[in-house]
């Protein structure tokens, strides 16, 4: 008998480590974060302004993070467009403080963060009421801010209560708040706190009335003070004002009233001078978030989303969804059909015929996968379901991640498997260059890297070089295949774009949202019809170039067309809005806004990028043809040590020049004015570097060229599962651990991704056959499904 090796367990855990058991890992994440968030919402409610009153902490920054939600820097033009939209509305924006001297401090610093000018107009006053009462009001703004000196729980704050509490229009905002006054004058006691407390409860009857009129009514915890610094004369301790605050917690927290505690740790993070006074960071902090209390619901900025409602499902979400579920209800039932078969037949002592044969994948699984990943997104960027924070950006949360993906990169570095790895930019080294560029991009989003101008200059290159990489790919297709095919255009295209347009629907974002798709869609489609027109360049002509030499003048004049759309185009930016801001295409470039502004930057500052890519190859292929410096470095130079030298410096030259021009440049515009121009420096540069030997050709990063398999996947779906709120800020599954937040979100992300690739693969064949005919009856029945949602969404 044989003897067979039985595998050991260290062998068998190897093989379990692939990438199906990956994915069915991040999927078990996620409902574990789903059910661990469901708790935390049943626990302690879903209304993100409890999280913003009660806890955060300081970033690396200096900026305070919210618990849980983002945080609107409002600017002092923000604050009054906000105030002046409600008073538009007919809202009175009334606030009043109440307390002692610290909270004296917060009502200075918050009227200073809303005044534009001396009170010289009519409109801005400052009355003074008994000293040292104030009010501020601004007629304009329909705005009141009062402050009311109360340095303890005494018959002038509960008398003020009622005052409002039967006043015809109340404050909108009340922020109380006493202790440290109350601490100096009398010592901390049972006896006193019992007192504190019982006049506390007089406040609570007030408060709920209040509250039931829509009066947000604050009670502003005490502050510690830095003991450190206060003067020996002055008996005031960390214990005594804790003892107040929880005593104040005691009484309160069965009431109306709103407990506002994040001031309380940004002060003890950001001390004053003298120990007992607030410090200017914390007052900023605080007067910050009551203005995205106040204001956020209103104003829907992107990067703040503490106490905003999520925006509301609309019709087609719901119509995509419930396809999306008839899918999977359809799917379901097959699955159990054909398990009820197969088990009926292994009763009745039947053997299924072919049972081990792989099944052809089927397009409504997919289908419903695709949904159930969806609903994902769905939950984790247009809810609240999940938390979010704001991005933070330092020179080590930029450059240290970068340097690691690096060290990774090269640790996995192995032979080239390609059967052409010895040609320039063979596939090996085009995925491996997608790859670390798009991991570079998500280390750019996910830091907020882009208001360092150097750093966006970079990405700028990147984005160039993809561009690059799409003219130089297609171009050569084209070259060896002479394929300009609808069929071939098509699969292109909706490999491109498939995801795209399903986040379009499910995600309520228009096209230009995911703007680097429609960039290369656009170039790719442009590019498709100038070679697509005769004379066409065949298989058999390229490969005849010495008897045809005709052949090269067709790719003159399909550059020299291409060239002359792209610089009529970019001549008069009137003409460029003309031609794309008719209808119906308008949809596919103007934004949420319907501005197409953004659309033209984009379009200008790579004008060039897939034209550098088609010559290059242009270039490289008819040198490579002649055969004049070998087939690898042909378009390259000279062969040899000396020439992989003298690549090698050509290139650090180029590079370095596109870097000095980056530095050298005032600000982003600028930058963009000549990077269209200078872009070929660092991409050729790069080509160059990289294969600069034929050792250096024949290596690439395995792991770099897998994620260069999903770029277009991770592109478009970091949006809504890796970053949020519109990319302004990041998702957050484990709140409290930013760095193993990131690590797990990014592992289901990467995952995510490459699942939505395997399921395009399923469903391209179904939606583009072979067939040019039934490819034009699909793409019928496609733009049968978009008009009436144009018509909905006035494309028409």
């Not at 923000?78 to 009502?107: M, P, T, V």
């Not at 109306?256 to 001390?271: C, F």
Request: aromatic fraction near 14%; glycine fraction near 6%.
């Amino acid at each position: 008998m044989g003897s067979y090796s039985k595998k050991s367990s260290a062998e068998w855990f190897i093989d379990q480590i692939n990438v199906e058991n990956a994915k069915l890992l991040a999927f078990v994440l996620v409902l574990g974060f789903i059910g661990y968030h469901g708790i935390l919402h049943l626990r302690y409610g879903p209304d993100s302004c409890n999280w913003l009153l009660s806890s955060g902490r300081y970033k690396g920054d200096h900026e305070w993070q919210p618990y849980g939600c983002m945080l609107h820097k409002y600017s002092k033009t923000d604050a009054r467009r906000c105030l002046r939209y409600l008073a538009f509305w007919g809202k009175y924006n009334s606030f009043a403080f109440i307390g002692d001297s610290r909270l004296e401090q917060l009502y200075e610093y918050f009227i200073g963060v809303l005044k534009t000018r001396v009170d010289i107009d009519s409109s801005y006053s400052t009355k003074d009421h008994h000293m040292p009462n104030y009010t501020y009001v601004d007629n304009k703004l329909r705005l009141s801010v009062t402050f009311i000196w109360s340095d303890d729980v005494s018959r002038t704050m509960v008398e003020q209560f009622r005052t409002w509490q039967y006043s015809d229009s109340p404050p909108s905002v009340i922020v109380a708040s006493t202790g440290l006054q109350l601490i100096k004058n009398r010592n901390t006691t049972e006896q006193a706190l019992e007192e504190y407390k019982r006049n506390l409860t007089q406040l609570v009857q007030p408060i709920d009335a209040l509250a039931a009129r829509k009066t947000q009514v604050l009670w502003k915890l005490s502050e510690s003070v830095d003991t450190t610094k206060i003067k020996n004369d002055v008996k005031i301790t960390n214990s005594d004002i804790d003892a107040y605050n929880r005593a104040a917690v005691e009484i309160l927290q069965h009431s109306a009233t709103k407990l506002w505690n994040s001031p309380r740790l940004a002060a003890a993070a950001a001390s004053s001078s003298d120990g007992l006074s607030i410090s200017p960071t914390a007052l900023r902090h605080s007067a910050q978030i009551l203005l995205n209390m106040f204001c956020n619901d209103h104003m829907n900025f992107n990067d703040g989303t503490c106490c905003a409602q999520p925006e509301p499902c609309t019709q087609l979400q719901l119509l995509t969804f419930a396809l999306f579920l008839l899918c999977a209800v359809l799917t379901s039932i097959q699955y159990i059909w054909r398990w009820s078969q197969n088990i009926k037949q292994r009763i009745e002592g039947y053997s299924l015929v072919n049972q081990n044969a792989v099944e052809t994948p089927s397009a409504m699984a997919a289908l419903a996968k695709l949904g159930m990943i969806m609903a994902y997104f769905y939950l984790c960027d247009r809810t609240n379901f999940f938390m979010k924070e704001n991005k933070y950006y330092s020179e080590w949360s930029f450059w240290l991640p970068v340097g690691y993906v690096f060290a990774l990169g090269l640790f996995f570095t192995d032979e080239s498997r390609s059967s052409s790895h010895s040609r320039v930019l063979n596939r090996d080294q085009t995925n491996e260059w997608k790859g670390w560029m798009q991991l570079v991009i998500l280390v750019y989003q996910v830091t907020g890297a882009s208001k360092v101008l150097p750093i966006y200059m970079l990405v700028r290159a990147l984005v160039s070089s993809y561009l690059f990489l799409t003219g130089y790919g297609h171009f050569y297709y084209t070259w060896k295949t002479g394929d300009t095919g609808l069929v071939r255009y098509f699969r292109v295209i909706f490999r491109l774009n498939f995801l795209t347009v399903v986040l379009c629907l499910t995600m309520n974002r228009p096209y230009q949202f995911y703007s680097f798709i429609p960039l290369v869609s656009f170039w790719y489609t442009l590019m498709f019809v100038i070679f697509a027109l005769p004379p066409h360049i065949t298989p058999s002509s390229s490969h005849t170039m010495e008897t045809k030499p005709y052949q090269y003048l067709y790719i003159a004049i399909k550059v020299i067309g291409l060239l002359t759309i792209v610089t009529v185009l970019y001549m008069s930016e009137v003409f460029f809005q003309k031609i794309f801001v008719t209808r119906p295409w308008k949809a596919l470039f103007v934004n949420a806004d319907d501005d197409i502004h953004q659309w033209w930057l984009d379009w200008k500052q790579d004008r060039y990028s897939m034209t550098y890519g088609i010559m290059f190859a242009a270039a490289y292929l008819a040198a490579q043809r002649h055969g004049t410096a070998g087939a690898a470095g042909a378009a390259l130079g000279v062969a040899g040590a000396a020439g992989a030298a003298l690549r090698a410096a050509g290139a650090a030259v180029a590079l370095a020049a596109y870097a000095a021009l980056t530095l050298l440049c005032a600000d982003s515009s600028a930058c963009d004015e000549i990077h269209s121009y200078v872009s070929f420096l660092p991409v050729v540069g790069y080509v160059a570097l990289r294969n600069a030997s034929a050792g250096l050709r024949a290596r690439s990063s395995g792991l770099f060229r897998w994620f260069g398999s999903v770029t277009l996947e991770l592109f478009a779906s970091q949006s809504h599962i890796w970053l949020a709120a519109d990319t302004h800020g990041v998702l957050v599954l484990v709140p409290g651990a930013p760095v193993l937040n990131l690590m797990l979100t990014s592992y289901v992300f990467v995952f995510a991704a490459h699942e939505i690739r395997k399921l395009t693969g399923v469903i391209l064949p179904y939606a583009v056959p072979d067939d040019w005919r039934l490819v034009l009856r699909n793409f019928a029945i496609f733009l049968a499904i978009l008009v009436p949602i144009g018509i909905h969404d006035g494309m028409f």
